[in-house]
């Protein structure tokens, strides 16, 4: 089905222009930064707006009063249609929000992010988050950190003996919900069992800089064939084609585990290349 593009008012860069506007000459916003599709040159029409602010210090009335101030200038854009709040602590150990502006229509969406100073990731790591484009401030505010090829590898490694080590294990799982005649549980358990791991495999082999992505961005960075082939094992009709895709699935991860030598794959040149 070919996605037909809807014009609303306010854009991805508008929106993203009016968080700008609204932080710019603050003196607790010290830079502000674009993350996601269009840190990877891949933006479009329907992409959200993925921006990092870092805050002057991490008070608590800091932090309120920089969400406080895009708020305002999103209300005056056109209102806040729909908000939500990351708890605390999130993962990352910054401050989130996710918002829906009422003239930049249901899809284009503000993941916007209040970097606290004191943390370490900030999303800049070129291997795993593109090329940020850098809006406000400079320096070693919003410079790319260095990449730890080993550590790297450490996860690699460990992310493909969990998935060839349970792999075959849980298997029978999904067969005997298809002998059941349970559909429900048994497609919960080939995606889950079968699918996400075999996502894992073609990750490693195919992107091992962020093959922990799941199954976000495949449809690019797989070979084209590799990228259809996975969405057919999607598509299941039946518990017959859930059968005979789990069987095809099955194969091809017993065909990745076999060729993936973790040792060999050359992180530090696929870094290097990526950074230019």
């Not at 809006?135 to 060839?164: C, K, M, N, Q, S």
Request: proline fraction near 5%; include cysteine.
């Amino acid at each position: 089905m070919e996605a037909k593009a809807v014009t609303y008012r306010i854009d991805r860069p508008a929106l993203v222009a009016i968080v700008l506007d609204a932080v710019r000459g603050r003196p607790d916003v010290v830079a502000a930064w674009e993350g996601g599709s269009a840190a990877w040159g891949r933006a479009d029409a329907w992409s959200d707006a993925d921006l990092q602010l870092l805050a002057a210090d991490e008070e608590p009335a800091t932090i309120a009063a920089i969400f406080a101030a895009v708020e305002g200038a999103l209300e005056a854009a056109g209102g806040i249609r729909g908000r939500f709040v990351v708890p605390e602590p999130a993962w990352h150990g910054h401050s989130q929000r996710f918002y829906h502006v009422a003239d930049a229509g249901p899809y284009v969406m503000l993941d916007l992010v209040v970097v606290h100073p004191g943390v370490a990731e900030r999303f800049l790591a070129p291997e795993q988050h593109g090329h940020a484009i850098v809006h406000l401030g400079g320096g070693d505010d919003v410079a790319a950190p260095a990449f730890d090829a080993a550590a790297h590898r450490v996860r690699l490694r460990r992310a493909f003996e969990e998935a060839v080590g349970r792999f075959d294990l849980f298997q029978p799982l999904v067969t005997k919900e298809v002998v059941r005649g349970h559909f429900i549980d048994a497609i919960a358990f080939y995606h889950g069992l079968t699918l996400r791991p075999l996502v894992v495999l073609l990750g490693i082999a195919h992107r091992p800089l962020r093959f922990d992505f799941g199954a976000r961005y495949l449809h690019d960075d797989l070979p084209e064939a590799d990228a259809a082939a996975l969405a057919e094992l999607y598509a299941v009709r039946d518990l017959d084609d859930l059968a005979d895709k789990h069987a095809r699935a099955c194969a091809w991860f017993r065909v990745l585990a076999d060729g993936i030598d973790v040792e060999a794959i050359d992180l530090e040149g696929a870094s290097a290349a990526l950074r230019g």
